[in-house]
């Protein structure tokens, strides 16, 4: 089965993510720099059509998809980002004074999801998109969600999203060799 193009976009500037927060379900509005960082994508995105448009339910990528010009973007909770449980609102060097050498990738966050559940999460949205999608998709979300994605895109453990890095507002394309 042919794949679309899915191209990813992750959501501009908050408060958290400038201080290395991490942040899942915590609803919080872009920046005035994370307003400026999605302004900015509109060029990038113009001309091109999509066949499905989704963002995480999320105020932060919801706001950035209407930014771009996607104001009608399908909100689908799947894109939520990974939810880190009792390490919501905490740095990585907060939560590894609790948990030397934690890292999202390789120990559990208390109360929050495991990487297979993230995992199973971006297979669906995979399955979906190749389901909905002729030529190109757009999705909005955020980081540790989207490179789960990109990881699961190769068939790769969701553990390989360490090597790939989304900064905000940024745009990655996933393809596929016909």
């Known amino acids: 089965m042919a794949r679309p193009d899915v191209w990813l976009c992750r959501h501009g500037e908050t408060e958290w993510s400038r201080s290395g927060r991490h942040t899942s379900h915590t609803d919080l509005p872009l920046t005035p720099d994370g307003i400026a960082e999605a302004r900015r994508l509109v060029d990038a995105l113009a001309g091109i059509t999509f066949d ?71 297979d669906r949205v995979i399955q979906r998109l190749i389901a909905e999608a002729t030529d190109r998709a757009l999705v909005f979300s955020h980081a540790h969600f989207l490179r789960v994605l990109a990881a ?27």
Request: no cysteine; aromatic share 10%.
């Open 52 to 122: 499905v448009v989704l963002t995480s339910p999320l105020r932060r990528a919801a706001e950035t998809a209407a930014l771009v010009g996607f104001p009608e973007a399908r909100r689908d909770p799947t894109l939520a980002e990974w939810d880190y449980g009792d390490y919501e609102g905490l740095t990585t060097a907060e939560i590894r004074e609790q948990a030397p050498g934690w890292t999202v990738w390789t120990h559990p966050a208390p109360g929050g999801e495991t990487a297979d559940h993230i995992a199973a999460r971006a």
């Open 152 to 178: 699961r895109w190769i068939d790769q453990p969701p553990a390989f999203g360490r090597y790939l890095l989304l900064d905000t507002a940024t745009i990655s394309v996933l393809s596929w060799q016909r």
